[in-house]
């Protein structure tokens, strides 16, 4: 009841605190300018919160979806100004809720000083966001997309603690490349920030041999992303690499595991007038080590990977419509599941149907239907005791405020 | 199937020599608060700034992109598209997708044309694209080279 209690008052918080903010902007959500004094650099404040809804027609998929959930928000605050030439200062506070994940807890989403030397090179430095794709560091932006569920098996919303931001620097800037266009880049190294009761403690609840974490280190992270801005317009391809130095955990029956993931990313982007083309690639690789616990020490190596295609087209300002179909394999080694209690596991596909209505600059409404195959992702067994590949469906409502 | 490789060839070739067909500025013109120095601006410098990889002027000021709130003209529309690359939608998000990731400041929005030209005429280091016979007093205009 008490806990109850205190996610209805993280939630309505996370809601008031930009309702309040918009409230006092100029014009009906626009976005807010502060202004210090005449001497001083303006602050711009944005900020956005979405509330979604989720159904499914067979399992409990990112919450109790069977049964319809609400359990579906995110709300984000955030400031910047430029204090010094050539200086940016940057900070958002975010709040998110899907199933049993984020739980409305108010974290530090990303607080970083910026100092761009030119328009080569760059340092940013603080809590930052990890580029990885096309996606990874706006994955909770529902405004900036025209899905409500990005392809789970490369943007899981569950991971987002895991995955989204760092504590560390980087490095970035824009190399033209004459007559073929330039390349964009991005270095960064840093500390990772799971959580305990993140997407990885949730996975390993969920797998053999079903226990979750008690312990959880905060890995070293280094990588990079790449892009190459073709000279056709709107055409772009990425690679994203990304190395976390001695990722450890324990588990709650004791048992130690130690790991380097290495993730490859890879991307492809079309923007032809209207039309929004996309695809992507990922494949990630652990090898760990497992120790204590009562088993004899073994070594595991974990293989996923995961691809989708997307379409998306704009027919005016006010309604958009999409298409993606995605596979995720939790295993390159055992697409098909072989051995596995419920094959089901090794795989999910998903086709999904998306529109997106603007009903003004600052409020949006989507719905989106998937029809899926294969359980890899629902990691919650104790809603799903029993598992197949037959196709189910989901059904996903969500909007959006903006300023 | 040699033809098919001889055609995707002469795509990549012509992509490579930077032969994708752009369109003129016809219509409109650049203005910048006088606090910028510089009178001039190629195509290339300038699709930097309105796609984000360029975010500050030679002297260290901030560049503060200026654009006209829903599109008002045709033309200034058609101009913003031909110099980022990307039609509204695509240019909304992508600097949506800038802003939320703490990667860049959102173009200030403005409902009109005279006060478009006023907001740059004020604020130091704001530029915008505006039509050639708007009042243009108290900013300059950069030629595009």
Known sequence: MRILKENKIKRWASIL?????????????????????????????????????????????????????????????????????????????????????????????????????????GIRAGRIRRPEGIYNDIQDVDLARTWILLPQGMYNARWRDFYVNLDGGEIFGNIPLVKAGSLSYEFYYGLQNPKLDGGLSLQKANLPPYSPLTSINSPQLGGGQLWWNTPLDGLRAGVALNYDRDLTFVTANGRQSDGSPFTQHYSLEYLWKSWTFQAEYLRFKINYENTGGGPPPSTK?????????????????????????????????????????????????????????????????????????????????ADNPSRNDDGWWMIAVKTTFSF | MNNFYLKIGLVCVALLAGAWPAAALDGVVIIVNKSVAADRINDAALKDIYTGR????????????TVLDNQITDKTDAASEEVSGMDASHFKTFWQRMVFSGRGQMPKEIGDTAALVAYVASTKGAIAIVLADADLKGVKTLKVK
């Open chain 1, 301 to 381: 190596l974990i293989e996923p990977d995961s691809w989708y295609v997307s379409a998306a087209y704009r027919f005016n300002k006010y309604i958009e419509a999409g298409t993606y179909y995605t596979e995720y394999y939790a295993d390159v080694n055992n697409r098909s599941g072989t051995g596995l209690q419920f094959p089901s596991d090794a795989s999910q596909k998903d086709a999904a149907l998306s529109l997106r209505y603007d009903a003004t600059d600052w409020w949006i409404f989507k719905v989106e239907a998937h029809y899926i195959r294969g359980t890899a992702q629902l990691l919650d067994n």
């Open chain 2, 54 to 65: 360029t975010t500050y002027w030679a002297d260290g000021q901030s560049v503060k992109l």
């Open chain 1, 17 to 121: 605190l930009p309702a309040l903010l918009a409230a006092f902007s100029d014009g009906p959500l626009a976005a807010y300018e502060l202004n210090l004094g005449t001497n001083l650099p303006p602050v711009d404040f944005h900020g956005f919160v979405s509330q979604g809804f989720l159904y499914s027609s067979k399992y409990d998929y990112l919450g109790d979806s069977s049964r319809g959930s609400f359990l579906f928000s995110e709300a984000g605050l955030n400031a910047s100004f430029n204090p010094f030439p050539r200086t940016r200062i940057a900070a958002q506070a975010f709040s998110y809720d899907v199933g049993p994940a984020g739980d409305y807890d108010v974290v530090l989403d990303y607080a970083q000083a910026e100092y761009t030397f030119n328009d080569f090179v």
